[in-house]
């Protein structure tokens, strides 16, 4: 089973929903975890409360640092792949057994105010969001990265990304 780890910057929403949805569709074959650089120390509120109405186990999110990913004893990284701009443009830290890196953007759904505060708002971002990192995951899972090789299993991975960045965007 490999390893997948999702970063954004707060590791509140986009990479919290993202391990959700990974940890749903990909038991058995691919493990997910999210951290960041910065984590908020909590999930966003809205984004458990989207993950709860689809029936995710919930229990168990939790804000972290990615430094719990490089430290011994962490389970080795197969996979990095970060969801915010942020995060694509900040040194990640080197995580053990060299993992393939993508970057698959998807626009911020949280709100915070000026102090970080989560703002309640209504849940369309986060369900925009949801929807697609779900399509990337069923994508990702289309692939057979035991057959890959990892430059093969990262450049597909970051066609994923840009796939469907263009199909967000165009």
Known sequence: MKNVLFLCTANSARSILAEAILA????????????????????????????????????????????????????????VITVCDNAKGESCPIFPGHPVQAHWGIPDPASVDAEGNHIDGDMTGFETAYDRLARRVEAMLELDENTLEPKQWRDALIRIGEEAEGATHG
């Open 24 to 79: 749903r569709l990909g038991k058995g074959r691919l493990r997910a975890f999210s951290a960041g650089s910065k984590p908020r120390g909590v999930p966003n509120p809205l984004a458990l409360r989207l993950l709860a109405a689809k029936g995710h186990d919930i229990s168990a999110m939790r804000s972290k640092s990615w430094n719990e990913f490089t430290a011994p004893g962490a389970p080795t990284v197969h996979a």
